[in-house]
């Protein structure tokens, strides 16, 4: 059988003109994808800008659906979704991200820093912190120890937060040797709590080695050696702290007083703090002043030479605290209007002997290492709210 080439003439140019039919259907379909695209993505945009996030979230899916392959789209969405507090959605447009294996790894972890965040802003401490973890070696990876940092000292894990706090001093991101101190104490704490003194001082001396400069071990080992009788052990203490962190010497004052009483040393104490009275006036000082001096020999006998002091504090600036407290003491000329009197200045005094913590203003009547507020550390100065 003879092979007819008419059909292989004829059976080209029809190829060809089929070939560039399709070709330019395709064309035309992609060109018209492509302007639904951007102008979806524009629109989306645009209500961004409005501030109208339900508009924009339609859009963005819109233009998700056009081109399902575009990365900055996904990210947006879920950005979106993750601002609106819809944390479920935003942790499945970064989960889909995750998923693609065409992604390249630059969006991988930027991906896997979204979905961290999205478990954050959640609440989802343990599905974050896992999150997080994966971002070591990344361009993500300080941010990543920062947060793992917070969820660790928010869950109260000590020893996390040690590890953590170390990575990052070592890696040159900050000095975290006084938050490790911190971290060392809060564990001492459980063990005092637990009956396990001995395992406490191990733990505070270790806070001392790795931050001399904090005064907040200095001061636990004080109470500590006070509470097993040792006063001499404790007083040594005190003066270091005076030594090396002069200014919380007001949260030790009533320590001072509780010392030189237990252990006889009124002279000596009383001394030592009317010298530090002298370099910086303290109200908790002033009491403890006042506290030691009623129990030394008057003076003049018959008078209450003790509550001079606030006298003297009131010479050298104005307070409410003190004056309220040297008038409790007072006898007026219509006494029987002395309670009345010494109650209202009592509650006009009362908020101005709070702490306040210097990073959000969170008051309160004790002082904290670790605001419950905003969670920063060493945030309270030593001093009441009328001595700022």
Known sequence: MEFDLTWILLGLPLAFILGWGASRLDLRQLRAQNRDAPKAYFKGLNFLLNEQQDKAIDAFIEAVQNDPDTSELHFALGNLFRRRGEYDRAVRVHEHLLSRGDLSGADRDRAQHALALDFLKAGLLDRAEDALARLEGTAFEGEARLARLAIFERSRDWPQAASVARRMHAAGQGDFSTRQAHYLCEQAQSQRAAGDNAGAVALLEQALAAAPQ???????????????????????????????????????????????????????????????????????????????????????????????????????????????????????????????????????????????????????????????????????????????
């Open 214 to 388: 904090a005064a907040r071990a200095r001061l636990e080992l004080a109470r500590i050696a006070q509470q097993a009788g040792n006063s001499a052990e404790a007083l040594g203490t005190l003066r270091e702290l005076r030594a090396q962190a002069p200014a919380a010497l007001p949260l030790a004052a009533a320590l001072f007083a509780e010392i030189a009483r237990t252990s006889g040393r009124e002279a000596e104490v009383l001394e030592l703090l009317t010298g530090y009275y002298a370099e910086a006036p303290s109200l908790d000082v002033l009491d403890a002043i006042v506290a030691l001096s009623a129990s030394e020999p008057k003076a003049i006998p018959g008078t209450d030479d003790s509550r001079m002091w606030y006298l003297r504090h009131l010479e050298r600036e104005p307070s409410l605290v003190a004056a309220a407290k040297w008038l409790a003491g007072e006898r007026l000329e219509h006494e029987e209007f002395h309670p009345q009197i010494q109650a209202a200045l009592d509650t006009a005094a009362r908020p101005l002997t709070r702490y306040r913590c210097a990073a959000c203003g969170f008051e309160a009547r004790q002082h904290f290492w670790h605001c419950p507020g905003c969670q920063a550390w060493d945030s309270y100065p030593a001093k009441r709210v009328e001595e700022l």
